[in-house]
């Protein structure tokens, strides 16, 4: 990826921010509980769920967004993924 795992921790928390779990994701990133692929998985459901539309936001929802989505595709691919 094209970012840090602390920049792409930071995504998660402002895609949580937007759907209200931003304390709840904040502790499993800082507890590394259950695991950052599963909590991708976590937050992209919850996301799903609200129906979340990229067109219709923020140009900062809409980055984090995308590095979630690289992320996933990523580790589709390869099965881990290369944090710079």
Known sequence: MI????QFEQDILTL???IGQ?????????THVP???RIVEMIAYELFL?????RYCSEELYDSYRN??????????NGFVNFK
Do not use: H
């Not at 931003?22 to 800082?30: A, D, L, P, R, S």
């Not at 609200?50 to 990229?54: A, V």
């Open 3 to 6: 970012i840090t795992k602390e």
């Open 16 to 18: 949580a921010k937007f």
């Open 22 to 30: 931003e304390k709840t994701y904040n502790v499993f990133i800082e």
């Open 35 to 37: 695991g950052l692929p």
């Open 50 to 54: 609200i129906q979340f539309d990229y």
């Open 68 to 77: 979630l989505l690289d992320y996933s595709i990523e580790l589709r691919n």
